[in-house]
């Protein structure tokens, strides 16, 4: 935002004026952020030199919204009728009180969009060297060291405290090539044996990475014989292909002795779609 005229008040240089509102005179070439800040910058600067502004007309900048041009002028525009020697009937001079103080003062100041401060902003955000799918990575990436650091040895240590705590407690991790967690799946005892009794129709949820980790959940679940919802086996993963969701279906097959369910309900997925029939086999 560029001032590209100003005619406001000049006072001469030993005229001395304490005023705490008092601001530097608007000059041409005076940059500001956005069009309010000029309209706010030049009301202060008004009223330090005793005199109220308005704005005389404006545009808006298409794009920002913001004030784009304006015409910022002194509260004494312009000549009232009066002032032009005008005779004025009762009415006219009831409507026209507010404007007896008009006496043609050229106090002013217009201001313009400045596009090539804006194109070099641009061409700043259009030179970065990264995209959105660099800062997803990157964030996957701090996440997995998160793990690694401390919360996947507390969960393991949890899981062993449970093993102990109920014999029929299972769990199983998988470690990636750096030796960090790729995979877990755990349930307890008294799932296995809500599977035996229940386990003709399961469902297989995902809720996608709602955790602090970003790590899918999967669940398996299913109804009792009270038509309420039961879980017979939890896992976190890292991703979800489909090496990784073959190893989850065998390991959950395996805990439950193999009892394959009836019928499985899954969400209409490619990659589960090409699972399900590799685990019957």
């Known amino acids: 935002m560029k001032v590209i005229r100003d005619e406001s008040p000049k006072r001469s240089k030993n005229e001395h004026i304490v005023n705490p509102l008092l601001v530097e005179p608007p000059y041409e070439g005076k940059h500001f952020d956005i069009g309010e800040d000029a309209r706010l910058w030049y009301e202060r600067y008004g009223r330090g030199q005793s005199f109220s502004t308005k704005i005389c007309n404006f545009t808006k900048h298409p794009r920002s919204k913001d004030i784009g041009k304006a015409h910022f002028c002194c509260m004494s525009n312009g000549f009232s009728k009066k002032n032009l020697g005008i005779d004025l009937d009762t009415n006219e001079r009831d409507e026209n009180k507010r404007s007896s103080d008009k006496c043609g003062c050229k106090a002013m100041m217009n201001i313009n969009w400045n596009t090539k401060i804006v194109s070099k902003v641009l061409t700043l ?93 999967a ?36 805990v439950m002795n193999y009892k394959y369910p009836v019928s499985i309900i899954i969400d209409q997925d490619a990659v589960m779609a090409a699972v399900v029939p590799k685990v019957k086999k």
């Open 125 to 217: 955000f259009s030179d970065k060297t990264f995209n959105k799918q660099d800062c997803y990575n990157h964030k996957a990436k701090i996440n997995k060291k998160r793990l690694a650091r401390g919360d996947a040895q507390v969960a393991l240590e949890w899981f062993r405290k449970k093993q102990n705590e109920d014999p029929m407690f299972y769990f199983n991790t998988k470690l990636d090539e750096e030796d960090q967690i790729l995979k877990f799946f755990w349930i307890d005892g008294r799932l296995k044996c809500t599977y035996e009794t229940f386990g003709v129709v399961v469902t297989f949820n995902i809720t996608y990475r709602t955790n602090v980790y970003k790590m899918p959940f």
């Open 219 to 254: 669940l398996f679940a299913g109804i009792n014989n009270h038509y309420q919802t039961i879980q017979y086996g939890c896992s976190l993963l890292r991703n979800e292909q489909e090496n990784i969701f073959v190893w989850l279906f065998h390991t959950c097959l395996k």
